[in-house]
Structure formats: C-alpha cells, structure tokens
C-alpha cells in the first residue's frame, strides 16, 4: 500500500515540509495518493540512524552482505506486476522497456551478491615481515578495501528502477558495506515507494539494524543539498543533468569534510562511420541510428546525438534514410514536463542558429499533452561547430545532428573538440578500423566505452563494463556506474602493519578463512600464507 511517506528507521514516516503528487504525463492526470516531502529535522534522523548501522553492517561478513541483497531481488520480483504498472501510468515508458528495466535492476543485485560472496574484490594484500632484511627489517604490512560510510544516492529520472532506488548506485554501496539515504526523484514517487518498501522489509528479514535504508522525498534542490552536506554522509552517487551534478560535486568539495561525489550527468555520445562502412551499410547503419537517438523517446545518457559524416554521396545517401525514418516517427510522451519543456528549448535553440539546416521533423503532436516531444534531425558544417562549440551541447530528447566535414584532418580535429563523453562509436570495416588508429587513440582519451559497428544504448550489467567518462560525462573517470567495477566508489584502502591474526580482518589472516585471492608478496593466490611462508620467504631473499 502506497502512504506518500518517506521510509525512515524501516517504517512509513510522515514527513512535514510540503506535499507534492505524482502524474501520467501521458494524460497529464495527477496520481494518488499525494505525497509528503520530508524535513531537515527527518534527514538529521535518517543520517544518525545510517551512522549508527554503519557500524554493525560494515563489519558484516560478505555472505550475509549478498543475502540481503538477494533478498531484495526475491522482493521486487514478488511484486513485479504492481511495480511495472506504477511505473508506466508515472512515467508513460512502455510496459515491455520496465520489464527489461526491472530484469536489469534484480539482476544486478544479484550480482553484486555473488561477488561480494566469493570475497576477492576487496583486493587483499598481503606482504609479510622481513625481520633479517638489510639495511633495514620490514614490518607485517597488510591492506584491505573498506567501507566508507553512509552514502546519499539520488534517484534518476528516466530510469525509474536501474538507476533510482534500488539501483545500481544503491546495489553497490550496500554490495560494499554501506548504509544509503536515497532521495526519491519525484518523476515516480509511487515506484519509488514500492521499491523502498522492499528494501525496509529485506532488511528486516534479514535481521539488519534499520537504519541501514532510508528513502526520503525531498523539496527540489533544498533537501538534496542538505543530504550532501550532512557531516554523517560519506559519499553520493548521482545521475541526472550537469547543472544538478556540478552542484552537488561543488557542495561536496566545500564541506569542512569534504567527501567523494560520482556524479553521471552529460553526454553526447559521438558517432563516426568510415568510409567503407558508409559505402556498402548506409541504409543499415541509418535505421540502427534512429532506432538508437529516439528509443525511449531520446532520454537515455548514451543517446547518439552527433554523428560525424563526410560530405560526398555515400553520406548524402545516410543522411537521406535518417530522414525519411524521422518523418515517419511518433511522437511520445517524456518522462516530465520540465523535460519536455527543456527538450523544446533546446530545439529552439538550435533552429535559431543560421548555421543549423532541420533536415527533418516528425509531425506535430498536435492536442496530445503538452510532454509529447518531436523527433528532429539537424545538420550543420564542421566549420560551425568549430566557430560555435556550444551547438555540441546535449539536447535531451529524441532529435540528432550530423556534422559533415570536408577530409581526414578536419574529422581528426573535430574529434579532438570534443568534450568527455559515457562513449563513442565507429562504424567500419576491418580495413576501415586499421587506418584509423589516430580517431580511436583520440575517442580513448574522450570516452569510457568505444564501441565498434554497434549503438551506444543499452548498457550491458557485468564485470567489465565501464559506464564513465571524463568530465562531463562524470565526475570522475577513473570510476564506472555501471557494472561490478561500481563498488569501487564507496570503499576506501586500509593498511594493518604489524597486527596480531587475532585483530586482523579475516580477508588478511594467514590462514584465508574466507578462500579469497590474495596477492601476497606480489602473487597472486588462494592458499593460505602459513603454506607458502617458507617457500615465499626463500623467493624474496
């Protein structure tokens, strides 16, 4: 049952600061029930309560870590039909996409639950004391990831389920050792709702101290910022626009602690087909790409939207099957109407620029609400966007540009422009890829995912998945969102020196009670060092 209330210490808690309602912005029609924004004096409460179960569930070992998460999964998957319906009246995103969108969310969690089962992920190091070393002995020095702290992870609007509550940020911090305080995104408070009313019982069930979980709904900018700034938060994990993501990364740098802020939030996701590709795959390639820049209404932050072409007829001939699929498009519902009116200004923004050709425009939504967006497909010259580098800028929405330049050199240099981005993608033949050793060294320095001869929507969830980019793609491109690499974000290295077995983490005991790998003395291993200390010895010396 749906109460409009934040969940705080693992129950439905009224909050006092406002009220706001969810809606169908297929309709526009408001949905019940209306929902209470959550105070300051709420978030205080949610913050103590995570600090004091940080204590007990950072210590907790790996298998109860993944039974909790596996749990959740069992969870959402028992009540898929009720989460899959509210998503859809509050989202208008088709059933079959929340599906996909849910499967991906209880698949995650369970694997996040299998690695911090198997345990080596903390990254065990081991070098062992060396009392006969000359000129100076060496110290027992061991090291081991660990936990950070609370975390606030901020739900994102256009994945009501992958990236919100139980999302990908919330599945690794607590895959990691951390309690999360999740600020609901008020696109899909009733999903969100759902999914943090599994969350508060798996605890539960799982006999963890309540505070381990929080969901607040929070007033616009005002509780988010509060969130980032409270001394017992550790970290954030964030999805959303640059405006927003600046923020946040600004807020947490400034605090008198200042705390790590991974942030996802702008992307436009270059796309270059070469020559040969072009030539016999034109017809192929421009349906991939429309199906790729308009699926799930352009809302996606791997959406392509700058697709690099030479001039010349191949291209002519690309840019013409773009066209006619454009025209023939839908118009659908964004996921909000501050999305849509974004979407809108954006074009306009765009169709103002003398240098911007509108190749194509889908008809008009005509009476449909006011959310409805208008595929649209621009184009201009490399020249411009060179003289204006703004027209690179993401327009959230299902609309692409195609930038035509003259030769090699000015493609070279045209990508070189380019800001970090989540990805980049060439099309091309074998030969194709072997002389273009130069763009790919460039997109290697710009993006965190390239990807040959496919589309960049569409996130697979694994161990060598890497959803992260320079800035502004992230905040951080050493990091992933996505993926068992995400967990990485929320510990920190520990080192033991000279430490009995007693006090020591059982990842690090000579005797690897856990089975994990280890590197010890440089190698890696399972064994437990008392058998090895001998022959480990005689190596070193």
């Not at 409460?45 to 069992?74: C, M, N, S, W």
């Not at 990691?176 to 759902?194: C, F, I, M, R, Y």
């Amino acid at each position: 049952m749906l109460t409009g209330h934040s969940i705080i210490n693992g129950e439905s808690h009224p909050g006092g600061a406002g009220t706001f309602a969810g809606y169908d912005p297929s309709t526009g029609a408001t949905l019940e029930p209306t929902y209470h924004y959550a105070s300051l004096q709420d978030l205080a409460l949610a913050a103590d309560l995570a600090d004091e179960a940080f204590g007990v569930y950072r210590q907790l070992p790996g298998k109860d870590r993944a039974r909790f998460l596996r749990t959740i999964a069992t969870g959402l998957d028992s009540i898929a039909a009720e989460v899959i319906d509210r998503a859809h009246r509050e989202t208008g995103l088709p059933e079959a996409r929340l599906k996909g969108e849910l499967a991906r969310t209880v698949n995650q969690l369970r694997l996040f639950a299998d690695v911090v089962e198997e345990g080596s992920w903390v990254n065990a190091r081991i070098d062992p004391a060396q009392p006969d070393r000359k000129p100076l002995p060496r110290a027992d020095i061991r090291s081991v990831l660990r936990p950070i702290g609370p975390i606030a992870v901020f739900g994102s609007s256009n994945f009501p389920l992958a990236f919100s509550v139980a999302g990908g940020d919330t599945a690794s911090a607590f895959a990691a050792g951390n309690p999360v305080l999740v600020k609901a995104h008020s696109a899909h408070p009733g999903t969100s709702e759902l999914v943090g009313q599994v969350i508060a019982r798996s605890a539960r069930e799982c006999g963890l101290p309540a505070g381990v979980f929080a969901l607040l709904f929070g007033a616009g900018s005002k509780l988010g910022a509060a969130l980032v700034q409270h001394p017992k938060v550790k970290g954030v994990g964030f999805t959303g626009s640059l405006t927003a993501g600046r923020s946040l990364m600004d807020l947490a740098a400034s605090r008198p602690e200042p705390i790590p802020c991974f942030t996802e939030m702008s992307s436009v996701n270059p796309v270059f087909v070469l020559p040969e590709a072009l030539r016999t795959r034109n017809a192929q390639i421009a349906s991939g790409l429309f199906a790729s820049f308009t699926l799930g209404v352009g809302q996606f932050c791997t959406k392509p939207g700058l697709v690099f072409l030479p001039r010349g007829q191949d291209a002519d001939a690309l840019v013409a099957e773009l066209k006619k699929h454009v025209e023939q498009a839908s118009c659908a519902p964004m996921l909000t109407e501050s999305i849509s009116k974004s979407y809108r200004s954006g074009l306009a923004a765009r169709q103002g620029k003398p240098c911007v050709s509108t190749v194509a425009q889908a008809g008009a939504p005509g009476d449909l609400a006011s959310s409805y967006a208008v595929p649209v497909l621009f184009e201009i010259a490399g020249a411009d966007l060179v003289r204006d580098p703004d027209l690179a800028g993401e327009v959230f929405g299902p609309s692409t540009l195609v930038i035509r330049y003259e030769d090699r050199d000015e493609m070279l240099a045209l990508a070189r422009s380019v800001e970090g981005q989540l990805t980049a993608t060439l099309h091309g033949t074998e030969s194709d890829l072997a002389a273009s050793a130069d763009l790919i060294a460039i997109l290697e320095r710009k993006a965190g995912r390239l990807i040959v001869n496919g589309f960049p929507t569409g996130v697979e969830v694994c161990h060598a998945m890497v959803h992260g980019g320079p800035y502004p793609a992230t905040s951080d491109s050493r990091f992933t969102s996505v993926g068992t690499q995400a967990i990485y974000r929320f510990v920190r290295p520990v080192c033991y020196q000279d430490f009995p077995q007693s006090a020591l983490p059982h990842e690090l005991k000579d005797e690897n009670p856990l089975g994990i790998w280890r590197l010890i003395n440089g190698s890696l291993t399972r064994e437990p060092y008392a058998a090895n200390r001998e022959e480990m010895l005689t190596a070193v010396k």
